[in-house]
Every structure is written in C-alpha cells, then in structure tokens.
C-alpha cells in the first residue's frame, strides 16, 4: 500500500524571486508542505547559491542544493519587459511570491506591492531585507554574518577571553526564513476569512532580536552588557561542554536535583551541600570555582564513561557529535531525516528532511533541486506561451526544453526502493 502524500499545502502556488538563503529557504519548506513552487533565475548564472563552492555536487555548489528541492526552476531576466509580463502570467493564479529585492532597487519599484495588490488582491507577498522596511539601516544590504554582528549574536558568541565568533549555522538568514514562513501561512489563514493577500515582511536583524529572548529580559533588567560565555549558560550552571580524558562532552543540568543526583555520581556528594552550590543562583554567582572542581574530576575518564555513568542517573548529558556521526546516528535513521533523492546530473542525492510530521508522517523529499533552468519550458507553455515564443524568451537555451512536464500542484514521489539511477544525458548549461 502506497504510504499517503504529507501535503497540507496541496494546492497553494508560490512564485520564488528571491536568492540566496533566507527566501529559498523559506519557499523550499512552503514546497516540501505540498505547494507548486516556481523558482525564478536569472539566465545567467542563475541562484548566486549555485556557484557558492566547493564543494560541488554535479554542475551546482551544495549550498543551493541545501535550499532548493522540491521546486521547478524558470530562467527569466525580470529586467526585461518580456520577463517581467512572464511573472505577472504567474502571479495571476498565485497565492505567494517570495522576494528579497534590495529596498529602493529597480525591481523593488517594478515588483511593488501596492501595485501587485490591486491587479491580484488575494495575492499574499514576503519580502525578506537585512534590516527592515524602516529606520536609518533600511537601505543597507547585508549578509548573514552581517546581521549575526548587527544584532548582537557575535558578541554573545565565542570564549570570553576570545575574539568574537560568528555561529556554526547561518542563525541570520535561517531566523528570517523560519519567521517568514509563519508569517506566510498566518496569512494565507486570514485570507481563508478575509479573502484578500497581504504584504508580509520581516528582516534578518529584526529575526535576531526576536530570538534574543532571555538575553534581551536579563539586560532589560539589569542593564548590564552581556559577555560571551563560550559553550556556558548565562542563568545555569553546570550547563556546558567539559573537558573529559579524550575530547568533550555536554553536561546540563536545569534544576537542583539534578545537581545532586550529578555530584553523587561523581563521588562528591557534598558538592550539593555547599553553600556555594546548593541552588542554582548560588552556582551562577560561583560560576568559575564550581566548574574548577567539575574539570578537575572530569578530565580523569574518557567521555563513553561519563556519558553512560551520568545517563544512569538521569542527568542529562551527551558526547559533542561531529557531523558524520549525526549522520549515522540510530536516531536520526529512525526519525527518517535523511532522505534520499534522484538528480539528474549526480543520481542519488541525500538531503536532509523536514523537521515537522504530520499524523505522523514526515513530508517527504520528492524532486530534488532543478537545474538552472530545468522546468522553463513547461512553465512558460502552462501560462499559455507557445514553442515559439518560449523558444524567442529563453533565447535557444535548448536545455530548458529537456525532460518530461510536471503538472502544477503534483507530488511526484521519490523512486521506490533500491539506488536511483544515475541519467547520462547532456544539459546544456
């Protein structure tokens, strides 16, 4: 029995016009939920993403891999008068467009939504900035380690006595995506009662002062600067990464009876009575004197053996897992996270799930992310163009002509069982 299609999004139309992170990965998730997503690129060159390498993985760089499944692609220059009568064909019948023009900028004005809001009223439109539609910085571009500096993130990140470091992930451009697809399908659930689109918009800088959260409380009441605390908590202690015989490891630690339960473990139950450590605010204010005695106990096993003396008791703890073990880890193969999917250039392609199931069911990756310019032929002939004029927009680019038609709105699902088979054929690119 064929498992049901996860796709409560089935249905819903996004037209993509945004580069880079932050827009891709917001439509990329929008796609993975069921909509029909058309990524528009530019012909040359296409997602700036796509040359953002090595590594490479096939003719594209795998950071746009990591944000593009799930959709089509339709190479058109929005610049010119034919590219941009292409998009408005698309936004007649669709429900979202996604941007990230530079506020001010030629396709800004040509794309505005006041002007998109009379022709289609239901249309829901994000734009996604570095800093917001107001205030003195609203003009300014920038990039993730741009707003991870802007909003404080660095300087809340690293050793203290270290230079500030920006985070292992794109927290920027990943916290504009996630707010922006709450911003998307909150909208998309007032036009169930209103009947008309609206314009949704947020920022990386204001995303990273949304996720401030105690950070932004403690220094609302104390008015004190905050330093960095490398792998340290600000409000918990013991809760960080220790240094054990052979590497590190985490031990955290969120109420006092954990702290007991840890210092019996370790052969020091009087570590509990200590007036300086017996409740949390005693440990936090004791800080440097609490963590001397922890190291000074810790670095004498390796950390297989702390990891499994400490779960024993019921504190929280854990090994610092490089990426291949996450990878290999029975629980990510049991929650189904890694998926696998064909691509025309490479064959099997793994890409990491989406992180929501619905009735249980996780959504599943279905097509993997086109090539530049993969889908322009169908795209174009389902908005009514004929070969002929799709042959005069795209300019001989006789890639786009390759490949069999999805229809709009399909979940087409991955090959069932076995290796995908790796296809041969030449894309011109």
Not at 332 to 349: C, I, Y
Not at 381 to 389: K, M, P, R, T
Request: hydrophobic fraction near 35%.
């Amino acid at each position: 029995m064929t498992e049901p299609a996860v796709a409560p999004l089935a249905g819903i139309k996004v037209v993509d016009l945004s580069k880079i992170l932050a827009g891709p990965y917001v439509t990329m998730s929008l796609a993975d939920l069921g909509a029909d997503v058309v990524k528009v690129e530019h012909p040359e060159g296409g997602d700036p993403t796509r040359s953002w390498g090595p590594p490479f993985n096939g003719p594209d760089a795998t950071y746009y891999l990591a944000a593009n499944r799930n959709k089509r692609s339709v190479t058109l220059d929005l610049k010119s008068p034919e590219g941009q009568e292409a998009v408005h064909r698309m936004l007649a019948s669709a429900d979202v467009v996604v941007e990230n023009f530079r506020p001010g900028s030629t396709l800004a004005r040509t794309f505005n939504y006041q002007e998109l809001s009379e022709r289609y009223p239901r249309l829901v439109l994000l734009h996604i900035s570095a800093f917001g539609d107001h205030g003195p910085l609203r003009d300014e571009p920038g990039y993730d380690m741009v707003a991870q500096a802007a909003a404080g993130l660095m300087s809340l990140t690293g050793e203290p006595d270290g230079p500030p470091v920006k985070a292992g992930y794109a927290m920027g451009d990943l916290g504009a995506a996630l707010f922006g697809i709450i911003g998307v399908t909150s909208a998309l659930v007032e036009r169930e009662r209103t009947g008309r689109g609206q314009y949704v918009t947020t920022s990386l800088y204001e995303s990273q002062l949304a996720l401030h959260i105690n950070w932004a409380t403690g220094y609302f009441a104390t008015g004190q600067r905050p330093g960095r605390l490398g792998s340290g908590h600000p409000s918990l202690v013991p809760y960080q990464a220790y240094p054990a015989a052979d590497g590190h490891f985490v031990i955290a630690v969120g109420n006092d009876g954990l702290f007991r339960r840890l210092c019996t473990a370790l052969g020091h139950a009087e570590w509990a009575d200590d007036p300086r450590f017996a409740t949390n605010r005693d440990r936090v204010t004791h800080r440097t004197a609490l963590n001397a005695k922890l190291e000074s106990v810790l670095v004498d096993q390796p950390v297989a053996h702390w990891c499994d003396l400490l779960k024993s008791e019921g504190v929280p703890v854990t090994p610092i897992r490089t990426l291949d073990e996450v990878y290999d880890c029975p629980q990510t193969e049991a929650l189904g996270m890694v998926q696998k999917v064909d691509h025309p250039d490479v064959g099997a392609l793994r890409q990491v799930a989406f992180p929501v199931t619905f009735r249980g069911l996780r959504p599943s990756v279905r097509t993997a992310p086109p090539t530049l310019g993969q889908h322009s032929h169908d795209v174009l002939a389902e908005l009514g163009y004929s070969d002929a004029e799709i042959g005069r927009l795209l300019g001989g680019r006789l890639a786009d002509l390759c490949g069999p038609a999805t229809p709009p709105g399909t979940l087409p699902q991955p090959p069932a069982g076995g290796t995908p088979t790796r296809r041969t054929e030449q894309r011109p690119k």
